[in-house]
Structure formats: structure tokens, C-alpha cells
């Protein structure tokens, strides 16, 4: 699965990220490289540190928000 080692990097370290919460952290293996204001700074980051190996920037948010997506349930049209 691509990103496994660094969201359980991110996964692992969470509790100590109480401090940044609301900040991104660019995470590449198990190395916690920085941590940024904007999303744009971490990425630039990234690529500059890491060219295009893989790598993660993502939000930290010490309760992660549930998103539901529904959609609308319509009765099949009947055809006559």
C-alpha cells in the first residue's frame, strides 16, 4: 500500500504532535522532516528534500474528523 510506513509514522507519533495540531507534517519512511503552516509549504518542502520519492504532508488533527457522504435513495421508476 503506497504512504503505509509514513501514516504509521504518523499514526506513532500522533500524541506528541499535540503541539501542532493544526499544522502539516511532511513525513518521509519514519523521519519526521518539519512541520508547516500551509499545505503549499509543506509540499514545496517535499519535493525539495525528497525529489519524487515518496512521502507524506498531512494535517494533524489529534481527533480526526468523520465524514458521511450520503446520497438520496429515489424508488425505481416503473416503465409502463
Known sequence: M???KELATYRAKL???KQH???YVLIHGDQIADFFSTYEDAIKAG???FGL???L???I???EPIFCFTRPIL?????M
Do not use: N
Not at 75 to 79: E, I
Open 2 to 4: 503506497a504512504l503505509e
Open 15 to 17: 500524541p506528541e504532535f
Open 21 to 23: 495540531e493544526g499544522k
Open 47 to 49: 519535493y525539495q528534500q
Open 53 to 55: 520519492e515518496q512521502f
Open 57 to 59: 504532508v498531512k494535517k
Open 61 to 63: 488533527a489529534v481527533s
Open 75 to 79: 424508488p425505481a421508476r416503473r416503465s
